[in-house]
């Protein structure tokens, strides 16, 4: 009778009690891990070989790896470090989030919405930034708005829009449904604003006449819809242009199209969606420009190449007057600290001026800005500084707190596309933690510009 031989479990489990340590030594140290891996975080030595065990479970809690072979607790190497950045989670070590490399006790604080340095504190310390980002999504309707301490960044299909949300640091999350159509039609341009309560009104143009619209706010990782989808109702067609602003701690939206065979056009804003619009104005002349704009007590409507109108929040027009040169742009005109500020040409497209309008007319406290800017022109604005932008590049001009006075702020930012691929719709979000402006492409993709980030 064949006698049969011990287990072979037996002999492997012996072979790695005793050759573990040789194999894996020490290990490297490790943050709060005592004299190094080998040392619990009480200070004692490990109980190799003293604690009966029948599986891993069953071994003390140490810095190191510490497994059951053959009934022994056994180190069998250092705790590990999922991120690599040298430093052990707790209750070993001061690494806050062990799936990030760039996060860990003792590191330094950067400016991109995390706690680099693990002290429950985000971004505490950072210095402020600008940084670039290109973004594998995006469509030419592509727009950036505010989103919470976040930004949210539009992508369309042909039926639907979503909204992706991208951190300070150029992080995006998972892309969230927006707005969807149930016929065969396409969206062909959208617009957004957010209100001074944390809520973003998001408007999209369906083919050439209808607009449909939706009320959102962020609701932890997601998004809260506060009112809508719904579409906002007009008598228009062919509207050419769309343009959306904060008014009066709620919107204004802005649009231009025809009223009809041979009568004309009409430029209808609506400051309640519900309602009807406020202000109608006619007009003969196709213009190629559009945009509204507040001083934070009027609404500011253009009705041809240089005529502005100022209605109070009920509707009644207290000012009219005409601001030479305002033609120029796409977008002529933003609203910047209780004033509203016009991007005016010298009349043959040579030189570009920002000025300040009022109620009482304009221009006022111009600018000259350097270069000759090339392709379609837009000026925006944010709580402090006035974007003009035109293909492929973004020049900013900040405002200073001292009176009749505006300086240039640095070099022009460059909004990052693919290569002979030029930025469309330039939009400009006003973040409660920096600026960023945005644009898509006909390539698939964004761009993302993130401004002074941390420097609020």
Excluded at 74 to 85: K, L, Y
Excluded at 315 to 339: K, N
Aim: hydrophobic share 40%; aromatic share 6%.
């Amino acid at each position: 009778m064949l006698r049969k031989s011990p287990p072979r479990r037996w002999w492997l489990g012996l072979f790695a009690a005793l050759a573990a340590p040789l194999l894996f030594g020490a290990g490297p140290e490790y943050a709060g891990c005592g004299s190094g891996p080998e040392v619990a975080p009480t200070g004692t030595p490990l109980p190799a070989g003293e604690v009966e065990c029948a599986a891993d479970g069953d071994c003390p809690s140490s810095c190191a790896d510490v497994r059951c072979i053959a009934g022994e607790c056994v180190e069998v190497g250092p705790m590990v470090d999922a991120d690599g950045d040298g430093v052990a989670p707790p209750p070993c070590g001061g690494d806050c989030d062990d799936t990030r490399s760039d996060v860990a006790e003792g590191f330094p604080e950067l400016c991109d919405g995390l706690d680099n340095n693990c002290n429950m504190l985000v971004d505490d310390g950072a210095p402020p930034t600008d940084s670039n980002f290109t973004l594998n999504f995006g469509d030419p309707t592509s727009v950036v708005l505010p989103f919470g301490d976040r930004f949210l960044v539009t992508t369309a299909t042909r039926g639907a829009i979503f909204g992706v949300p991208v951190t300070i640091g150029g992080e995006t999350a998972t892309p969230i449904e927006l707005l969807r159509l149930v016929s065969g039609a396409a969206f062909t341009r959208v617009r957004g604003a957010g209100a001074d309560d944390g809520r973003v009104l998001l408007v999209a143009q369906v083919d050439d006449r209808a607009l449909r619209y939706v009320v959102i706010r962020p609701d932890g990782d997601g998004l809260e819809v506060v009112a809508g989808p719904a579409d906002l109702t007009h008598d228009l067609r062919d509207i050419s242009a769309l343009d959306i602003i904060a008014f009066d701690g709620e919107w204004a939206v802005g649009v231009d199209g025809e009223r009809g065979i041979s009568l004309g056009r009409e430029r209808v804003v609506w400051t309640d969606l519900t309602a009807a619009p406020l202000v109608r104005i006619s007009t003969m002349d196709a213009l190629p420009s559009f945009a509204i704009a507040t001083d934070g007590t009027h609404l500011v409507v253009p009705d041809t190449e240089d005529g502005l109108h100022f209605f109070l929040p009920t509707g009644a027009e207290v000012a009219g007057f005409t601001v030479p040169g305002i033609s120029i742009a796409r977008h002529p005109l933003a609203s910047s600290r209780g004033r509203v500020v016009a991007l005016l040409t010298d009349g043959i497209g040579f030189a570009l001026r920002i000025a300040y309008v009022d109620v009482m007319g304009g221009p006022d406290e111009t600018y000259d800005l350097p270069g000759s800017p090339t392709g379609e022109v837009s000026v925006h604005s944010t709580t402090g500084t006035v974007y003009v932008s035109w293909v492929g590049a973004v020049t900013t001009v900040t405002e200073r707190l001292l009176p009749n006075l505006v300086t240039p702020a640095g070099a022009p930012l460059i909004l990052e596309a693919p290569a002979g691929v030029g930025v469309d719709a330039v939009s400009v979000a006003d973040g409660p933690r920096a600026d960023a402006v945005g644009g898509g492409t006909t390539a698939g993709r964004a761009s993302l510009t993130v401004v002074g980030a941390c420097g609020r």
